[in-house]
């Protein structure tokens, strides 16, 4: 498995601002991923972070509300921006060893007043 | 698109009895099927995964069956303990490689209950 660390695990924000969340791995990984937990709900794929270019985004998630860098092997940034109410939720990195296996940050809870 | 069916949403069980969650796919070209466990303010941890070329693994109480041809895969955990109560999510996965990502697509989640 992989050493990931994500930070901030918490935070309160208000409403317009923006919060940048990092994931830091303690071992170099091809694929990173970004996923959002809205509470009591399931996992759902934000983006992929590509190392080297832009990140790939699923259906729902656009870069100019959620841009993500991805400058080296081992980090990735996801910013939450012009936050709402409605961005409170548990946002969680994912790295992926091997070609299956995926394992999760500790998660970063965001309240938005 | 892709998706992934799971369920019962909760399952209450007495301490001791098996309890079996299942899952159903609907990307045929899926072919890594893991699960995780969730606990209360924790990280999802990956507890067991299967791929596609076997039709059953355990790990001692746990053990996880996939039927291919059906699209469906089922986790099943024996003599259930107190500190089994968590939220479990089962997933499908493309296999990394020739354009795919390897993202995960997950179920809806399942939150067992094991009463002592």
């Known amino acids: 498995s992989a050493v990931i660390s994500q930070k901030p695990s918490r935070d309160i924000c208000q409403r317009g601002t923006s919060l940048t969340i990092q994931c830091q791995v303690d071992s170099q990984v091809t694929m990173m991923f970004w996923y959002r937990q809205q509470p009591g709900q399931s996992l759902t794929l934000i983006a992929t972070?590509?190392?080297?270019?832009?990140?790939?985004?699923e259906s729902g998630f656009v870069i100019d509300k959620f841009p993500i860098s991805r400058p080296n092997l081992t980090f990735s940034t996801l910013t939450v921006s012009n936050m709402s109410p409605e961005d409170s939720s548990i946002y969680l990195c994912?790295?992926?060893?091997?070609?299956?296996?995926?394992?999760f940050g500790q998660g970063t809870r965001l309240t938005v007043v | 698109g892709e998706n992934v069916e799971q369920h019962p949403s909760t399952l209450s069980v007495q301490e001791g009895d098996s309890a079996v969650i299942k899952c159903t796919y609907s990307?045929?070209?899926?072919?890594?099927f893991p699960w995780y466990k969730q606990e209360l303010g924790k990280r999802p941890q990956l507890i067991i995964d299967i791929r596609s070329n076997v039709g059953e693994k355990k790990d001692q109480r746990i053990a996880v069956t996939l039927n291919k041809t059906a699209k469906h895969f089922s986790l099943h955990i024996t003599e259930t303990q107190p500190e089994d109560s968590a939220v479990y999510f089962c997933?499908?996965?493309?296999?990394?490689?020739?354009?795919?990502?390897?993202?995960?697509?997950f179920g809806q989640g399942t939150t067992l209950q094991v009463k002592p």
């Open positions: 990307d045929s070209a899926s072919n890594y």
């Open positions: 972070a590509n190392q080297g270019s832009e990140a790939t985004y």
């Open positions: 997933a499908a996965q493309r296999q990394r490689g020739s354009g795919n990502t390897g993202k995960l697509i």
């Open positions: 994912s790295v992926a060893l091997g070609r299956t296996e995926a394992f």
